[in-house]
């Protein structure tokens, strides 16, 4: 790297110091591959302090600095003789020279390609070291590959063959159990068959019990509370005038039916027994008296009418 530096007459020689160690830092970035858009601020720009390694860092003046105009401007001129030179060309010798040139261009191509053949039939005939090498353990490790495969391949078939194998046994094993198991349950369902039946006949039990039970309760209650022509047709028929009479005080109790009721009536009151015969005895012979009346009267009738 060259570079033009103007003499420090218009700033102190510590600031030139600084300025010109920054600007190494920035053209050096330049050298490494480094552009604009990727450096810091601080190198972008040459700002900050002076860099360790100018320290103690000393330059001597040499002389002046070549005229970069100048040299810009004799180069210009310099061009455009150039130029004028080639508008002044022989074409037909430039002609000729540009076949050669391509055809020395294609030459060195052929050249270059022949060689190239050559070489690698040399390389073909001796064999690369580094090729075989290469062959050999790619060889190596796709042979490792297909081993690793191949076990797995192995493993899930092993995986998938016990499974299946495994389904036949608990589908043999289903169909050998089924009969047992249904066996079982139709005894569990004889077994809740009989409870049911056995509780049926508990309950239905129960309830003729409780039916007889209410038929004796009843019958006793009726036989207590009998009618007027079943006490008569029980008691004594000297007894039925004195029934008659009272028969309408004469009331079941808890422990009595009426016929009870009645006869406990009569041995309590004897007296009252002959005074119904008399009372029925009188009433005979006025029924009598009626009817002979009663026929006397029809018999004159019809004397009269005959």
């Not at 070489?119 to 290469?134: D, H, I, N, S």
């Amino acid at each position: 790297m060259v570079l033009a530096v103007a003499a420090p007459s218009h700033s102190t020689p510590k600031e030139f110091y600084r300025r010109l160690s920054r600007l190494i830092d920035h053209e050096c970035a330049h050298l490494r591959g480094l552009e604009h858009k990727h450096m810091p601020e601080a190198l972008l720009y040459s700002t900050g302090s002076r860099s360790e390694w100018s320290q103690g860092m000393t330059i001597r003046y040499l002389g002046r600095a070549p005229d970069q105009m100048a040299i810009l401007r004799k180069d210009s001129r310099t061009k455009a003789k150039a130029k004028k030179r080639t508008r002044d060309f022989d074409k037909p010798a430039l002609m000729r020279q540009i076949d050669k040139d391509d055809r020395a261009k294609n030459r060195h191509k052929v050249l270059d390609l022949r060689g190239k053949i050559a070489r690698a039939l040399q390389a073909k005939r001796e064999g690369r070291p580094e090729v075989r090498e290469y062959c050999m353990s790619e060889r190596l490790k796709a042979r490792e590959r297909i081993r690793i495969l191949r076990e797995k391949l192995r493993e899930e078939y092993r995986r998938y063959a016990y499974g299946e194998r495994l389904g036949a046994r608990g589908y043999c094993e289903r169909a050998k159990r089924a009969p047992k198991l249904e066996i079982q349950r139709l005894r569990i369902a004889l077994a809740d068959e009989r409870k049911f039946q056995e509780e049926m006949r508990r309950i239905a039990k129960g309830n003729r019990e409780r039916q007889r039970t209410s038929r004796t309760t009843k019958t006793v209650s009726e036989r207590r509370g009998e009618s007027d022509d079943e006490v008569r047709s029980n008691i004594p028929e000297e007894l039925i005038p004195l029934f008659n009479r009272v028969k309408r005080s004469i009331k079941a109790g808890k422990r009595l039916s009426r016929t009870e009721a009645f006869m406990k009536y009569a041995e309590e009151h004897p007296g009252e027994e002959y005074e119904a015969i008399e009372d029925k005895t009188d009433a005979l012979v006025r029924r009598l008296e009626s009817e002979q009346r009663s026929g006397r009267r029809d018999a004159s009738r019809w004397k009269r009418r005959r």
